[in-house]
């Protein structure tokens, strides 16, 4: 399924020609490939987005090859995109005007965890799974969670300021990036923020190159805060009549001063497949949350005891609490395994992920629902229900629905920034949600950001065509 | 005591004129200040910068105040500095160059309190107390709480990224600040970030803000994260031999995995101060560590009792735990008042804003005391320990001891850097730091922040003379 291929000027032959043998030369082959069936398996990410072929793909083993990488593009004049895990949801990883592709996973050593200071130093490359492991077996704990774990790599969750679960009670991956070395296309090689808890010297460069989606520089180490490991967690699972309840029931809680570790949505035609799938959900139920507590025991079991007595009085169906690790992982393992299972109910899946004010969650999926319906677009939403951010998920199977699809798209972009919600709470806008950035965004905004852009990357080689609408696509 | 003027270009007569005849017209004489005692009153802040008398004083009462305000002096060509509570400590709100200081002082409402979004929306002019008191009358809480809350605003807050005590848990301003309107020099309006817990729409503007000194935009409405009250506070006094045995208690807490709402530190000559102002202490003592832990009530004894288990095993002094509220705000009231108390001991106080990795902390002040002690200058220290955040100060009566103040200051910065720290915390660059930042930061680094600098701000008019270095000053 190819989607939104954006208008990005493509190098010349000669440039792209100029570009290969300046890598061969100063790189050598074993760190420069380019035969087809590599470049083909570095055209695509994770989302829908067109694949497209790079020229080259280099594969650095340390800051120097990316910045002789980066030399190369800027000489050549070829666009260069950077690459973590691939597992990005939007495109960001995707060469969509060929040229170079830089992967950073060969860089994936983890150089320093301090128990003291609480910092963790990684190399770009490091897999999120091998941080968690390593940071807990120290007693420690880095919250962000997306679903993608088990592939991708700190850039990528830097680079596109990923979530998950635990955000709710956590945050993101800004909360915890102290510290950056970044790889710019003027060949600079700048250390932003400190290692250290506090520090206001100067422009928080940082927090601007964290969420930039591989347009403003590429990573070398990056200094994480660590925060100690919680005692213990415990899990519930509610079943509720419909999302207007189970909606109720997270604006009770919150009301109530709790702060579980996550609160997780699914609706009603997810439970549906989740029943399809094998797996015995009571009937009557419309809508579930599946709630994390965490901290030390004693607090785990009143947060856990106050939680539930919140979701019998919203009248919720059933409240079930996990009674030990393994049933928790079950209902864990179903919810982790939901963005694949939906993926195998149809040819073709979008998953939209967009943030709206909490309480407003239950209006925006009725908005949902009755645009799918019209459209006659299969839907499923679950997702992050603390946070107000939903991952909508449209399905179809052949591309004759591709059109009723991007209806039903652009009309959930526009309820959402209509309900004061914006376009994306952790996947970034990538390619595929840049033609609606306007919608959320005054052009003033993103003349602003484009300046912004154009200080790190003059000559806009580096991973061009995300973020920013370019010309004859999308509603804007 | 004059410090520091910094090298910026002055407005022509010709502009001043122009500009004040221009804030006249649009503005009329009620909202622009320009009688000399008025002038006079905006001229200095809570820091030893050099005072200079602006131009014209504008008060503005809404956003198209502070735009027009902004189109005289791009028009003009005068410099503009925002001011918000004048509270600062490193000389942000003076208008070295004159022209003219925009307050937002009158722009003080807090718009909205939403308890189920867990979010307040404020304009800049909001006094820190008021806010805290506001929320917390909701069951809410925001953390950040430098110590001049009872005359800061929001703005100068968010400007400074300010952070306080309560920063070792809970972060500094950064941390709540979710979405931010700002007016620009170009006369822009924009609103940057989000009202939703998660969001990753495009660059983190708002983090590019926050922080900036008040050199990139002039703030209106501000979105603010909020957190639920903690049910209870406890707080430890804990007495030591001297730092390095204070310093060992930090890192068997941190290593325990307490987590301390704060943990503040006073130095041997700072609990002199205590004791020539009145307070009896153990004449033993050559430290103090002030401890607040927060939660629950039952999370509040077990972690005071913990606390308390680590103190004794370091072999501390004595560790008083207070017992009711009113013991509580008495040690905190002598910790909020030594700032104060200080400035009473000599005529002249420098108060040095610097963070070490938090196990530094005592060789940092073995440092400090040796070189203040070669200079034949005053010292003592107090501050953030466990966020390694230290408030060194530096006393003097009489100018011709300033050459060895200033060498100390100097030795002092050298130092932190060495250690792996950073020159600010909280307090921010100004222009009292403006001369070191090379110390801290690469040319490329600083000369990437002058780049964004100019797309915010390309005629260098809105609060010159601040962060960056200018010719002439300082050893670098």
Same mark, same amino acid.
């Given at each position: 399924?190819? /989607?939104?291929?954006?208008?990005?000027?493509?190098?010349?032959?000669?440039?792209?020609a100029?570009?290969?043998?300046?890598?061969?030369?100063?790189?050598?082959?074993?760190?420069?490939?380019?035969?087809?069936?590599? &470049?083909?398996?570095?055209?695509?990410?994770? @989302?829908?987005?067109?694949?497209?072929?790079?020229? =080259?793909?280099? !594969?650095?083993?340390?800051?120097?090859?990316?910045?002789?990488?980066?030399?190369?593009?800027?000489?050549?004049?070829?666009?260069?995109?950077? /690459? =973590?895990?691939?597992?990005?949801?939007?495109?960001?990883? $995707?060469?969509?005007? *060929?040229?170079?592709?830089?992967?950073?996973?060969?860089?994936?050593?983890?150089?320093?965890?301090?128990?003291?200071?609480?910092?963790?130093?990684?190399?770009?490359?490091?897999?999120?799974?091998?941080?968690?492991?390593?940071?807990?077996?120290?007693?420690?704990?880095?919250?962000?969670?997306?679903?993608?774990?088990?592939?991708?790599?700190?850039?990528?969750?830097?680079?596109?300021?990923?979530?998950?679960?635990? =955000?709710?009670?956590?945050?993101?991956?800004?909360?915890? $990036?102290?510290? !950056?070395?970044?790889?710019?296309?003027?060949?600079?090689?700048?250390?932003?923020?400190?290692?250290?808890?506090?520090?206001?010297? *100067?422009?928080?460069?940082t927090?601007?190159?964290?969420?930039?989606?591989?347009?403003?520089?590429?990573?070398?180490?990056?200094?994480?805060?660590?925060?100690?490991?919680?005692? @213990?967690?415990?899990t519930?699972?509610?079943?509720f009549?419909?999302?207007?309840?189970?909606?109720? &029931?997270?604006?009770?809680?919150i009301?109530?001063?709790?702060?579980?570790? &996550?609160?997780?949505?699914?609706? @009603?035609?997810?439970?549906?497949?989740? %029943?399809? =799938? *094998?797996?015995?959900?009571?009937?009557?139920?419309?809508?579930? +949350?599946?709630?994390?507590?965490?901290?030390?025991e004693?607090?785990?079991?009143?947060?856990?005891?106050?939680?539930?007595?919140?979701?019998?009085?919203?009248?919720?169906?059933?409240? +079930?609490v996990?009674?030990?690790? #393994?049933?928790?992982?079950?209902?864990?393992?179903a919810?982790?395994?939901?963005?694949?299972?939906?993926?195998?109910?149809?040819?073709?899946?979008? #998953?939209?992920?967009?943030v709206?004010?909490?309480?407003?969650?239950?209006?925006?999926?009725?908005?949902?629902y009755?645009? #799918?319906?019209?459209?006659?677009?299969?839907?499923l939403?679950?997702?992050?229900?603390?946070? *107000?951010?939903?991952?909508?998920?449209?399905?179809?199977?052949?591309?004759?629905?591709?059109? %009723?699809?991007?209806?039903?798209?652009?009309?959930?972009f526009?309820?959402?920034?209509?309900?004061?919600?914006?376009?994306?709470?952790?996947?970034?806008?990538?390619?595929?949600?840049?033609?609606?950035?306007?919608?959320?965004?005054?052009?003033e905004?993103?003349?602003?950001?484009?300046?912004?852009?154009?200080?790190?990357?003059?000559?806009?080689?580096?991973?061009?065509?995300?973020?920013?609408?370019? @010309?004859?696509?999308?509603? &804007?």
């Open positions: 399924m190819l /989607r939104l291929r954006p208008d990005v000027a493509e190098p010349s032959a000669a440039a792209r100029k570009a290969l043998t300046l890598l061969g030369r100063r790189l050598g082959a074993s760190k420069v490939l380019t035969d087809a069936d590599a &470049c083909e398996r570095y055209s695509s990410d994770e @989302s829908e987005a067109a694949p497209r072929v790079p020229d =080259a793909v280099v !594969l650095a083993e340390n800051e120097n090859d990316i910045l002789t990488a980066l030399a190369v593009a800027r000489e050549a004049e070829v666009p260069l995109t950077p /690459r =973590a895990g691939g597992t990005g949801r939007t495109g960001g990883a $995707v060469p969509v005007a *060929g040229g170079i592709v830089l992967v950073v996973t060969g860089m994936n050593e983890i150089k320093e965890i301090d128990r003291r200071e609480r910092i963790a130093v990684v190399q770009p490359g490091v897999i999120l799974t091998d941080l968690h492991a390593a940071v807990e077996k120290e007693g420690l704990f880095y919250p962000p969670d997306p679903n993608s774990l088990v592939g991708c790599c700190l850039a990528g969750n830097v680079a596109e300021n990923a979530g998950g679960p635990r =955000a709710f009670k956590y945050g993101v991956t800004r909360e915890y $990036v102290l510290g !950056l070395e970044a790889m710019l296309m003027g060949g600079q090689r700048i250390r932003a923020g400190k290692r250290t808890a506090k520090g206001v010297t *100067g422009y928080d460069v927090a601007t190159l964290v969420g930039s989606e591989g347009t403003l520089g590429v990573f070398g180490d990056i200094t994480l805060r660590l925060i100690p490991k919680p005692e @213990s967690v415990m519930l699972m509610v079943l009549d419909d999302v207007h309840q189970s909606g109720r &029931c997270v604006g009770e809680m009301a109530a001063g709790l702060v579980p570790r &996550c609160i997780e949505l699914l609706d @009603s035609a997810t439970l549906q497949a989740m %029943r399809d =799938a *094998g797996n015995a959900i009571n009937p009557a139920a419309g809508a579930m +949350l599946l709630i994390d507590v965490d901290g030390d004693r607090t785990c079991e009143k947060q856990a005891e106050r939680v539930a007595g919140v979701c019998d009085d919203v009248g919720a169906l059933e409240v +079930l996990a009674q030990d690790a #393994a049933q928790r992982d079950r209902l864990w393992a919810r982790r395994e939901m963005s694949v299972a939906v993926r195998r109910l149809a040819k073709h899946k979008l #998953a939209e992920d967009v709206v004010p909490r309480r407003r969650v239950p209006e925006l999926l009725d908005r949902v009755r645009c #799918a319906e019209e459209q006659g677009v299969r839907s939403t679950y997702g992050h229900a603390g946070d *107000g951010n939903l991952h909508c998920n449209f399905l179809w199977n052949d591309d004759d629905e591709l059109p %009723r699809v991007d209806a039903a798209i652009e009309q959930l526009r309820d959402v920034i209509d309900l004061g919600g914006t376009l994306t709470g952790e996947h970034g806008v990538g390619v595929l949600k840049a033609p609606y950035l306007p919608l959320e965004q005054s052009a905004l993103i003349a602003l950001q484009r300046d912004i852009k154009r200080v790190f990357d003059p000559q806009g080689l580096l991973n061009p065509g995300k973020i920013f609408p370019t @010309s004859g696509h999308g509603p &804007c």
